[in-house]
């Protein structure tokens, strides 16, 4: 029998509120770095029927171009959804103890705020070409969901070679 291999999946996706101010830093040799914790709450009806909620506290690390976005827009309270992987950490402190942390090493994150949203889009370019707005097609408004075709063979999730 052919020996079996587990894929090697390092995903999360998590939305929350930041609960302090980020904290950024750069490395020796410059590279931009943010660290932020949030708080992902669950609520459940518990077995008498009452309802509970359960906080989660995560730390969040974005990292290069990311890292500086967050520290233009995010603070205390932002609500954001985070992508990523996570990591582990160990590094031993003053006194000498080992410590060890578990955080999600950001990929993406979207930034839920009204207001957040609006900084990025005042700060956008303004200015407007009036050609290529030209190539832009129309769109048919009377399109039934019967014309529309869909080929899913384009789709590509990154694994089709994955074997188990």
Known sequence: MAELKMPDINNTLIAGKLTNDPMFRKTSNGTPVINFHIASNRKYKDNSGIWRENVCFIGIVAWHKLAETCLEILKKGSSVLVDGELQSRIWRNED?????????????????????????????????????????????????????????????????????
């Open 96 to 164: 000498g103890t080992t410590r060890n942390v578990v955080e999600i090493r950001a990929r993406r994150i979207q930034f839920l705020d009204r207001k957040s949203t609006k900084e990025i889009e005042e700060n956008a370019p303004t200015e407007t070409n009036e050609e290529d707005t030209t190539n832009i097609p129309e769109i048919e408004q009377n399109t039934s969901s019967e014309d529309i075709q869909v080929d899913n063979t384009d789709f590509d999730f990154g694994y089709q070679d994955l074997q188990i």
